[in-house]
């Protein structure tokens, strides 16, 4: 007899507590999803699902989280806390346990397609300093060769966070359950509206450059171009190469391939801008999640990098027959893309996915400038134009098109 009623008791506290822990919670997030959920909410296409498979196979879960918690150092670092419909057709759910990469609950839209998988081929290519594990059986021996699982984990990478981009701001997602008993902090979150996603590689909305001008104290200017330089190493060379030279590791995979930083001169209002807002169309995201300071240093340093010396054009060559007859070229040829005053702004340009270059801040080398002109730039609007313009036509425009870059000073 008391073996039964052992028995009957425990199975009864057993039912007890699975009510008690998964039925009652189960219910109550049910409730929530159908409380907060957008009225329309498409479903992970086939693609993303297989990609879903490899990224729990691979292990991704392990150390990259997919859920912002209500606390102020997730919202400021990732965005607007998880809602429980984001999760909605997750089974099981890989929210993941630790975070020794970064959670991806709003990876959608932050980098491009070029730069998640080269990171996949080889992290430390594009982060060197990166633990993340390289998958190279994803891909035929090269980032620009993925197979189709690669494919398909880069459809599921994309999605995530897709759904809540979709459905924006709505005030609805702004409120608390009826029978919320919450700390005050978590009230405060979960009542206030943040941005979606606080990354700072979103590219949606273009950040006005803050002015900068580099110091001309010899001293300062040398103790910033060294931490610039340090900065350059830990974020940038994977990319642009030890030197400067876009001959970084991850270039291989990248297309556009990465600017050569050695080959042009830029003014400073340009390179705090492409650090701001990165270079919609290429894989170079926006850095304005560092430090002001960081960006001024980085600038200081990208300035050490050209190989020649900012070129003058005197008002004689200016009026030389050579320019002027540059200058005709660029009217017929270039105006559409790169505006009549050379500023990137022709009737063409608002349609193109990378903005044409702003020859008043980019000052190419001559060299580099004929092979442009030439062979015209992979990935981008600009075509080639050697079949087109003779070689002295070439570089009749060469020369006019240098003529509109306009240095700044140092303060």
């Avoid at 957008?38 to 490899?54: A, D, F, H």
């Avoid at 997602?173 to 990354?199: G, H, R």
């Avoid at 990319?239 to 600017?259: N, S, T, V, W």
């Avoid at 002001?292 to 020649?308: F, S």
Wanted: glycine residues 8%; hydrophobic residues 35%; aromatic residues 8%.
């Amino acid at each position: 007899m008391a073996y039964a009623a052992a028995g009957i008791g425990g199975i009864g506290f057993f039912l007890l507590s699975f009510t008690a822990l998964a039925v009652i919670p189960g219910m109550a997030l049910q409730n929530e999803i159908t409380r907060t959920k957008p009225s329309t909410m498409l479903k992970p296409s086939e693609q993303e699902q297989r990609g879903r498979i490899v990224y729990a196979r691979e292990g991704c879960a392990y150390c990259h989280t997919q859920q912002i918690r209500t606390v102020s150092q997730d919202v400021d670092r990732f965005g607007a806390p998880t809602r429980a419909w984001e999760n909605r057709y997750d089974y099981p759910q890989l929210w993941g346990t630790r975070r020794i990469g970064p959670d991806l609950s709003r990876e959608t839209n932050i980098r491009s397609d070029d730069w998640q998988l080269t990171h996949l081929y080889n992290p430390r290519s594009i982060v060197p300093d990166s633990v993340m594990p390289s998958f190279p059986w994803l891909f035929d021996g090269s980032p620009a060769k993925p197979k189709p699982e690669a494919d398909d984990l880069l459809a599921y990478i994309k999605s995530l966070g897709k759904a809540r981009h979709l459905s924006g701001n709505d005030p609805k997602q702004f409120t608390l359950a009826p029978n919320c008993e919450c700390p005050d902090e978590v009230k405060k979150i979960e009542t206030t509206p943040v941005p979606l996603n606080a990354s700072g590689s979103i590219r949606t909305v273009g950040i006005p450059p803050f002015e900068m001008q580099l110091p001309t104290d010899a001293a300062k200017l040398a103790d910033l171009q060294r931490k610039g330089a340090v900065l350059f190493a830990k974020n940038c060379q994977g990319c642009h190469g030890e030197m400067g030279d876009g001959q970084g590791p991850a270039a291989e995979g990248l297309f556009p391939k990465p600017a050569g930083l050695i080959e042009a001169n830029y003014t400073v209002k340009h390179l705090v801008s492409v650090l701001m807002n990165g270079v919609p169309g290429t894989a170079m995201p926006a850095w304005r999640d560092l430090p002001r300071a960081d960006i001024e240093a980085l600038v200081a340093h990208l300035k050490t990098l050209p190989e020649r010396p900012v070129y003058v054009t005197s008002a004689e060559e200016m009026a030389s027959k050579e320019v002027q007859a540059g200058k005709k070229i660029y009217e017929q040829k270039c105006v559409s893309c790169h505006g009549i005053e050379g500023d990137g702004k022709g009737p063409a340009s608002a349609t193109l996915d990378r903005p044409p270059a702003n020859f008043k801040e980019v000052q190419p080398e001559p060299d580099d400038l004929l092979n442009v002109l030439e062979v015209g730039v992979p990935g981008t609007s600009m075509p080639p134009w050697k079949d087109q313009l003779t070689e002295q036509e070439r570089d009749y425009l060469s020369r006019y098109v240098q003529a509109f870059y306009v240095e700044e000073t140092k303060k």
